[in-house]
């Protein structure tokens, strides 16, 4: 069936540092594979997205890879600051649109 | 900026009661979801909606569930009679096509069944 997979659960890193967060999905129909961050009690928002036909995009701090052979796909983020503290959530969807979202990752930035 | 809004933010409701959340979407999307996020969990999907119908819908969304959209506004899940375990938040979400774009989400309604 259709799942994603995502790792780790919980990431703490220092202002500053790095942040990678790692998802595999299921089904090779998949195309379209977005990012969100969520904070407590509120809505996710979508901080970045890739679809199938592209490699690698950026934005600013944050950047995706995609590798559609090995079905995995990963959020980078660089020069973390503690406003980047949320719960993040990788998410994948074919043609019909749904999304399939991950476990989600807690993600911690101590100043 | 467009945004997608649900209202109530927060229903309590009795247990066997009928329950209606409501969601108005970015005028020119096409396309309708609805999600649920038990507390600290992952969002999960429900039910697509598209062209007046249901395009599909998840194992929750059983026969206690249901959507409309009543107008060219509203979209709306009806919950027939609620569990405890339907408490959680529940998220509608729009997009204008299936393909590739952004989901758009409300900011949600939590759902507290007593």
């Known amino acids: 069936g259709e799942n994603v997979e995502q790792h780790p659960s919980t990431l703490s890193v220092q202002e500053g540092d790095s942040a990678v967060i790692k998802c595999t999905y299921s089904d090779s129909a998949s195309n379209y594979f977005p990012w969100y961050k969520q904070e407590l009690g509120k809505r996710p928002q979508l901080i970045i997205d890739i679809r199938s036909n592209v490699g690698e995009k950026k934005d600013q701090r944050i950047a995706v890879t995609l590798n559609k052979t090995a079905k995995h796909f990963s959020l980078h983020i660089t020069e973390t600051q503690p406003e980047d503290s949320a719960v993040y959530f990788c998410a994948a969807s074919k043609r019909g649109g749904k999304l399939i979202f991950g476990q989600g990752t807690e993600l911690s930035v101590k100043p | 900026e467009p945004e997608v809004t649900q209202t109530p933010s927060h229903q309590v409701t009795q247990m066997g009661q009928e329950v209606i959340l409501r969601c108005v979407p970015i005028?020119?999307?096409?396309?309708f979801y609805w999600y649920r996020q038990i507390l600290g969990q992952k969002v999960e999907f429900l039910v697509s909606f598209y062209n007046n119908e249901i395009s599909e819908k998840s194992e929750i969304f059983d026969d206690q569930f249901s959507v409309e959209r009543p107008d060219g506004s509203n979209f709306t899940l009806k919950i027939r009679s609620t569990k405890l375990e339907d408490s959680a938040m529940y998220f509608c979400?729009?997009?204008?096509?299936?393909?590739?774009?952004?989901?758009?989400f409300g900011q949600g309604t939590r759902l507290t069944v007593v």
């Open positions: 005028s020119n999307h096409l396309y």
């Open positions: 979400a729009s997009r204008w096509s299936e393909r590739g774009t952004e989901a758009f």
